[in-house]
Structures are given as C-alpha cells and as structure tokens.
C-alpha cells in the first residue's frame, strides 16, 4: 500500500491529519528543521505526537533536515536517542555527515533523505544507500521515465513530493533568505542557529518573492524580474505514480492552519482510495478531483500570501532592533 505522509507543525494538526488518513506524520524538532520555532516541536510535543500517531496506527518521522557544523553532531546524536526512545519510526535527513553520524550510532533507525538533499542521479542515490538510506525524496524536476529507470536500477524507497512549492533553485542550498537579515544565535543545547537561513535552523524570509530589478552596472535591464516559486501539484500523476509502485507521497506544509492541512490530506487520502478500487485498465476521470484541488489551492495560496507578506515585514526590522 502506497503511504500518504503529512506534515505537523503541532499537536492538534497531527492529530488532525491522522484522523483525515495520513498513514505517516513528520514533525520538526525545534532547531533541527527547515522552518520557524513556531511551527517546530520541543522535545515533550515530539514525544507526544509519536504517542498520537502510533495510537492511530500511523507512523511518526522527525525532520532533521539542515545542514550542520561539526560541534552539533553529539547534540545531534543525542537528541536522536531520545526519539529512538521515545518509538520514533524515522528521520528525515539532508545533511551527509550527520546522515551518516545517526546510521553509524541507530543502523536500525529509518532514514530518508529530503528533497533538500537534491538527489538528482542514480549515482547519488547509490550514495546516499551507502550512507544509510532507505528512502529518497525525488527531485521535483525528474520525469515519470527517469523514476521508472531508478526504481527498476536501485534497492531504495521512492518518495514524492505530490503538494508542495517549487523553487527557482535547489531546495537546501539557497542563501538568499539572508539577504536582508542574518541573525545568529545558540539555544540552550549548544544548536546554532542562524535566523534567516533554513539551511541552519532559522527560517526563510522568501525574499525571492520580493520586486527585483536587474542592472548592468548603471543602466537598468529589466524594471520587474520575477524568482519562481510557485505552488507544486501532481494531482494528474498520481494514478501513475500508484502504478509505478512509488512508496511514499508526501504533502508539505507544516505552517499552514490546521483545518486546511486536515483537508489537503483528506482530499488526496480520498483520491488514492478511489482509485485503488478502479477497475484495473480502466479510465479514472479526473475531472472531478480537479474541481475539489481549485478550491483547497484558492484557500492555500491564500494563506501562503499572508505568510509571504509577513515574513517579508519581518525581514525588513534590524536585527539590533528586533532582539
């Protein structure tokens, strides 16, 4: 059975999206993961949301998705231990070193590795098997062939991004964010923390989304130039994905508000359900699912604007000024 993973960025959303047909949950632990404290878990939510999950018969990941120095790795090590603990049932990782540092100390810990490890070759998913991984997140820009060709090649998980946003670089290696405000700081375990960049534990400011101009020296090329960062959907792959024996499908959006989250993972748990029971061979309209995605994307992009806006504002306040 393919698994349908969602996101939670607290409690009552992993609650919500267990009950709305999620098969597995990730979760970020406060520091370790590519987005805002507010939308991260401390160690007691951690422990918590494995209990939920698990209670409803789900699975639970913690995202340690950034990139770390040297120093961090025992905190790491550490942290980790007390998930294992705690009944985690995996990790979500970008990170080489640390990747490797948590296979070494937990070889039965499940790893995936995150879109922002960019695996974009089957040399690198050989790699990153080498490593510890079971599991890898495709890049958004791979074509169905290329998906067939690894599964068919390589002894690893495939895992897709179906409900996300895409990037006008790769995710995990933009220092763009930073561009108008960096703040480093160290939390009470020794993480360093640089706000401002999500590759360090801090957030991303989507200052790509602000009005850019291009100049060439003093004369002016372009008065408005616009940096892709667009909403992400594979609703009509999916029935090929199914068919191709992809594992996983996974939904971002940690930091949206949970009723939506609960009717994201709700409309596409209710899609791959209706299609499991088609009759093999025969044609799945789509039309249908089409109409419910309009509605749920209008109210998505919605939200994801009024966030943009703030985090813009928010980039803007001198650091001096906002501690």
């Known amino acids: 059975m393919i698994e349908l993973l969602a996101p939670a960025g607290n409690l009552k959303m992993a609650v919500e999206v267990r009950r709305a047909g999620a098969n597995a949950i990730y979760v970020g632990p406060r520091g370790w993961s590519r987005r805002r404290d507010t939308f991260e878990m401390d160690d007691g939510a951690v422990r918590e949301a494995i209990r939920l999950a698990h209670d409803g018969g789900a699975k639970l990941r913690v995202a340690c998705n950034t990139h770390m120095q040297s120093k961090e790795i025992p905190a790491l090590l550490s942290r980790m231990e007390r998930f294992v603990m705690d009944g985690v049932d995996g990790a979500i990782m970008a990170d080489i070193g640390a990747t490797a540092a948590v296979h070494r100390r937990f070889p039965e810990l499940s790893i995936h590795a ?183 994307q209008a109210e998505r992009d919605s939200q994801r604007s009024m966030g943009t806006l703030a985090l813009l504002a928010e980039a803007k306040v001198p650091v001096a000024a906002a501690r």
């Open 114 to 296: 995150s879109v922002g490890a960019n695996i974009l070759n089957d040399a690198d998913v050989a790699f990153y098997r080498e490593i510890g991984v079971c599991q890898v997140v495709a890049d958004t820009k791979l074509t169905l062939r290329e998906l067939l060709s690894r599964k068919a090649r390589l002894d690893v998980g495939i895992e897709i991004l179906i409900h996300a946003n895409t990037c006008y670089t790769y995710l995990g290696k933009c220092w763009m964010s930073p561009y108008a405000r960096l703040e480093r700081t160290i939390d009470e375990v020794g993480k360093d923390l640089f706000k401002g960049s999500p590759n360090r534990g801090g957030l991303d400011y989507r200052v790509c989304l602000e009005t850019w101009q291009l100049y060439s020296g003093d004369v002016k090329w372009e008065d408005r130039v616009a940096l892709k960062n667009e909403a992400f959907f594979l609703l009509e792959d999916i029935p090929s994905l199914i068919d191709l024996g992809v594992r996983c499908l996974k939904i971002q959006g940690r930091e949206y508000a949970t009723p939506l989250v609960g009717n994201i993972v709700r409309f596409y748990r209710e899609l791959i359900d209706a299609y499991a029971v088609n009759a093999p061979g025969e044609p799945f309209d789509m039309s249908p699912w089409k109409a419910r995605l309009t509605a749920i």
